[in-house]
Antibody
Framework: QVTLRESGPALVKPTQTLTLTCTFS??????????VSWVRQPPGKALEWLAL???????YYSTSLKTRLTISKDTSKNQVVLTMTNMDPVDTATYYC??????????????????WGQGTLVTVSS | QSVLTQPPSVSAAPGQKVTISCSGS????????VSWYQQLPGTAPKLLIY???KRPSGIPDRFSGSKSGTSATLGITGLQTGDEADYYC????????????FGGGTKLTVL
């Protein structure tokens, strides 16, 4: 049974750095094709992809946010950590972590978000 | 502004069929697989369709997916009030940016 759970502060001040931890079970991030990603959703708005880390430690970041994001994994602890620097009120959102199954063939890449955490609301306010 | 374009809303009566479109480009939908997610109010997104047209176990066959060129479509038949949700398409963008991209979401109302 695959589960993911996000943890981190509910409130951060502007300019501070946000650190979120995704703790997962039911799979190993050292297994080929397994990845973990972060996605956020401002209140009433659409999903926005942030970053992902692959089983082989390849990392990908949202083009618009890459200067502020760092993703890392601790395979032994089954955790993935996302840091976002210089937080602003516009970063107020529910932050989700999700497992991705990676697949590639002649028809292209597939990155399927097959399991999601329940999300954690982060409010940025002084 | 999302990279993938979806209609903001669709509606239909219970028992009817609805389709939701997702338009992209050759760097994303045109050359990669598409997945679809359902987000019920106040909950996390849930995988509905992956690799263009495959359903995970537990997803009823009322939900279907297709892809043609740089567009994808989610179909829902036999609409139920419990299908009222936001629906998102997603795929990989193979351009220099190498990002996951989502659509802006479509709100389905079952009248």
């Amino acid at each position: 049974q695959v589960t993911l759970r996000e943890s981190g502060p509910a409130l951060v001040k502007p300019t501070q750095t946000l650190t979120l931890t995704c703790t997962f079970s039911g799979f190993s991030l050292s297994t080929s094709g397994m990845c973990v990603s972060w996605v956020r959703q401002p209140p009433g708005k659409a999903l926005e992809w942030l970053a992902l880390i692959d089983w082989d430690d390849d990392k990908y970041y949202s083009t618009s946010l890459k200067t502020r994001l760092t993703i890392s994994k601790d395979t032994s602890k089954n955790q993935v950590v996302l840091t976002m620097t210089n937080m602003d009120p516009v970063d107020t959102a529910t932050y989700y972590c999700a497992r991705i199954r990676y697949y590639y063939d002649s028809s292209g890449y597939s990155r399927t978000f097959d399991y999601w955490g329940q999300g954690t609301l982060v409010t940025v306010s002084s | 502004q999302s990279v993938l374009t979806q209609p903001p809303s669709v509606s239909a009566a219970p028992g009817q069929k609805v389709t939701i479109s997702c338009s992209g480009s050759s760097s994303n939908i045109g050359n990669n697989y598409v997945s679809w997610y359902q987000q019920l109010p106040g909950t996390a997104p849930k995988l509905l369709i992956y690799e263009n047209n495959k359903r995970p176990s537990g997803i009823p066959d009322r939900f279907s997916g297709s892809k043609s060129g740089t567009s994808a479509t989610l179909g829902i038949t036999g609409l139920q009030t419990g299908d009222e949700a936001d629906y998102y398409c997603g795929t990989w963008d193979s351009s220099l940016s190498a990002n996951v991209v989502f659509g802006g979401g479509t709100k389905l109302t079952v009248l």
